[in-house]
């Protein structure tokens, strides 16, 4: 009897469904500002990403882009931009879901008027002013403008706390 032998090359191909292997981060961003989600995913066969917002598909537009499968611009944030943004991982084994918040920060409105103002006279033609910082939005704030219904001489106030930084000390001497 014989022996007989038999060869045979074999390929063995590993599947796996999508893992999120790098999830978005939740962020709060204020308005005009540009939001980046990165979503990373792995699996075989390789998972195809998306976007959702809110449970909705996200379509690219002017503000709103895909710049690679796995990250979401958004450009000039308004205020409808915020929600949950869902990196959705999918391939013929399964689906991976990844969700993270934007909060879109706003900052309206006018500084509120400036707290406890005074005026102190100094002399029968001068006075002083004194005040606090207002309670809302005083990062806005750049400068003060004085007005008065009779002639008032006031010089240019560009920076206020040296302003009264200024005043302050010229009384303390």
């Not at 999830?23 to 075989?44: I, M, Q, W």
């Not at 449970?55 to 958004?74: A, D, E, N, Y």
């Not at 400036?114 to 939005?137: F, G, M, Q, V």
């Amino acid at each position: 009897m014989g022996t007989q032998r038999a060869e045979a090359l074999v390929s063995l191909l590993a599947t796996a469904p999508p893992m999120i292997l790098q999830p978005p981060e939740t962020v709060s961003l204020s308005r005009g500002n540009t939001a980046r989600f990165v979503c990373n995913s792995s699996g075989e066969p390789p998972p195809v990403l998306h976007w959702l917002k809110n449970g909705q598909p996200i379509k690219s537009f002017r503000r709103v882009k895909t710049q690679s499968p796995g990250v979401l611009l958004i450009n000039q944030l308004a205020l409808e931009d915020a929600g949950y943004y869902q990196c959705i991982a999918d391939n013929s084994l399964g689906t991976a879901c990844a969700t993270a918040k934007l909060t879109v920060i706003v900052r309206e409105g006018l500084p509120s008027p400036p707290r406890h103002l005074s005026a102190t006279p100094y002399s029968s033609t001068t006075a002083l002013l004194t005040w606090e910082k207002p309670e809302h939005n005083s990062d806005q704030i750049i400068g003060y403008s004085v007005h008065s219904p009779a002639p008032l001489y006031v010089e240019r106030i560009l920076k206020p706390l040296a302003f009264m930084q200024h005043f302050l000390n010229q009384f303390d001497q």
